[in-house]
């Protein structure tokens, strides 16, 4: 499939890395995703923020890390990773603590632009 036939699916990941399935079960579809050749994006919002940190002390809890997992999206050509920045702020995350150099920090405008633009929505 050529990249003009591509949809634009955004993955949203909302929740926390740990109490739940649902940030583990947004990173496992869109690494799935990634085989069908579509033009992929991430945007981590609310709690969804906190999979975003270094050094995440998981193991205390019996969990694989998050840090450890978001450095592979590049390799599965997932290069648009946006953060919003009203969840950081609120959060008192600043972009520095991120495992993650190459987000893009947006703003809740720029949120209603990026829906916009998709074809596809998976929120998690």
């Given amino acids: 499939m050529n990249k003009k036939s591509a949809k634009k699916i955004l993955f949203i990941s909302r929740h926390a890395p740990y109490g739940s399935s649902l940030a583990k079960d947004a990173l496992d579809a869109i690494l799935a995703s990634s085989a069908y050749d579509q033009q992929l994006s991430i945007l981590f919002m609310d709690d969804g923020v906190f999979q975003l940190l270094a050094n995440q002390a998981a193991s205390e809890i019996a969990q694989k890390s998050f840090s450890s997992l978001l450095p592979v999206l590049p ?3 997932i290069n648009s990773i946006y953060v ?5 702020e609120k959060r008192q995350i600043t972009i520095n603590e991120l495992v993650l ?3 893009q920090i947006i703003d809740s405008a720029a949120i209603c632009r990026l829906l916009a633009q998709q074809d596809q929505l998976l929120s998690f």
């Fill in 75 to 77: 390799l599965y050509e």
């Fill in 84 to 88: 919003h920045g009203e969840s950081l």
């Fill in 101 to 103: 150099e190459s987000v």
